[in-house]
């Protein structure tokens, strides 16, 4: 049996690696219409309404991410040990595919039903990416993996694009919230569809360890989490490029999350718009993820991502001062090509900083860096929009100027974050940080 995969004689490259772009694919298309183009705008115009419609939403995400957070070290901890990667990714993908597909039973006024659903679907694909991005590290080499997690990301948002394409002709010519809602069963299913061939043909390099007597995984887990932890002063660099991704992918989760909901408050864009929004958005991240990962190997790592992150503050500098919808496609074109660079190559440092056999529990590092961002950021995004929307119409402001004053405000606070955790990511020492996952000597707890 061949380990290539071949389409029309044409060999384009290892099994492997395709069942592993294919389950981005998948969830991608979750990304796309459930937080950027759909969901997102349908729960906050329509589900609850007005400025309560972005606090809540702000909420929600902070609720999900925290939940992740909380479990996310634990349960990869338990995944290496146990060679359980793979079974612990179906579980949150499963809860990911049965809460998408539930949101068509969310309607207008179905706030806590809709908030619900939302947030076990995005801990299954929140926690599920976890385990899907550790297992990077056991379908490519050291020297591929750049070039394969750069894929993963254009596969991923052409993934994105296609299932946009699939609703967007139904929404435009049908209308109605029904559609709307049934968009949610078609993703679910899309997405479930396109981690087959993960199952099917990805092999976990490590092997199940025994369990020492009188333990459990539970308290296993803990002792090799604290270990690591006391081990700090060895991964000083990749403690701090965690702490630096935390503060830049703040602004990197306020600007997907809210994307849609900035072009319909700032701009007045209707659903058909956000769509074709997001797709540009998705076009642009195929090229930026091919880009920057080759970027990566040929001029480092650390450099393509400080590029991305340059472009992605020019393209919110840029939004605030933009008046127009054709200037907000373009900018949000400028993002996408910019953010995928920005995760592509933070996902390809983790892998690249990360001690063989512990790939889970590092990644879950950059995890819990990446839900307590979500926390921090689209909360405080959500609550300083309505706040300051809330007090100008307090003021006597028109409804809509105080909620567009309240967008601005937020976008404001995406720039800062983005600063402050690029200036955070030029004390990171690339070289330090991959010498030490080499020479790493797991210490024995038992």
Not at 380 to 385: Q, R, V
Not at 390 to 404: I, P, S, V
């Amino acid at each position: 049996m061949t380990d290539r995969v071949i389409v029309f004689g044409k060999d384009l490259g290892k099994r492997e690696h395709w069942a592993w772009y294919m389950y981005d694919f998948g969830n991608s298309a979750y990304a796309a219409v459930v937080v950027l183009a759909v969901y997102s705008a349908y729960f906050q115009g329509t589900v609850v309404g007005g400025a309560e419609g972005s606090r809540l939403w702000g909420i929600s995400i902070g609720i999900a991410m925290l939940v992740g957070a909380l479990i996310s070290p634990v349960l990869a901890t338990i995944a290496d040990f146990t060679a359980a990667k793979k079974r612990f990714l179906m579980f949150f993908s499963a809860l990911s595919w049965i809460f998408t597909g539930l949101l068509f039973f969310v309607e207008k006024g179905s706030i806590l039903t809709g908030m619900l659903f939302f947030i076990l679907a995005e801990v299954g694909y929140r926690a599920g990416q976890v385990f899907y991005n550790s297992l990077l590290t056991d379908v490519a080499s050291e020297q591929e993996m750049g070039r394969v997690s750069g894929n993963g990301w254009a596969i991923g948002s052409a993934g994105g694009i296609l299932c946009l394409l699939l609703i967007l002709p139904v929404i435009v010519l049908v209308g109605g919230p029904e559609v709307v809602r049934a968009s949610f069963i078609f993703t679910a299913i899309y997405f479930g569809l396109s981690t087959i061939p993960l199952f099917l043909w990805v092999k976990e390099k490590n092997q199940a360890q025994q369990l020492p007597e009188g333990e459990n995984y539970f308290s296993l887990a803990f002792k090799k989490l604290f270990g690591t932890i006391k081990s700090i002063r060895h991964f000083k660099e990749f403690g701090k490029f965690v702490l630096a991704f935390l503060i830049y992918n703040d602004g990197i989760d306020m600007a997907m999350r809210f994307a849609s909901i900035i072009g319909a408050v700032l701009y007045g864009m209707n659903q058909q718009q956000l769509i074709i929004l997001i797709i540009l958005v998705q076009v642009t991240s195929i090229i930026g993820a091919y880009a920057f990962g080759r970027a990566g190997e040929r001029f480092g790592y650390k450099r393509s991502l400080l590029f991305s992150l340059i472009l992605m503050l020019a393209a919110v500098v840029w939004m605030f001062f933009n008046p127009s919808v054709t200037g907000y496609y373009v900018i949000a074109s400028l993002a996408g090509f910019a953010l995928t660079g920005v995760q592509s190559v933070s996902r390809t440092m983790v892998g690249l900083f990360a001690p063989r056999g512990q790939s889970a529990e590092f990644f879950s590092f950059m995890a819990v860096a990446g839900k307590a961002s979500s926390v921090i950021g689209p909360t405080l995004y959500g609550l300083l929009a309505a706040g300051v929307a809330l007090r100008l119409e307090a003021g006597g402001m028109a409804e809509l100027a105080a909620e567009q004053a309240g967008q601005k405000a937020g976008i404001i606070s995406i720039a800062a974050f983005l600063l402050v955790g690029t200036l955070m990511l030029l004390r990171v020492n690339e070289k330090n940080a991959r010498q030490a996952a080499q020479d790493y000597q797991p210490p024995k707890i038992f």
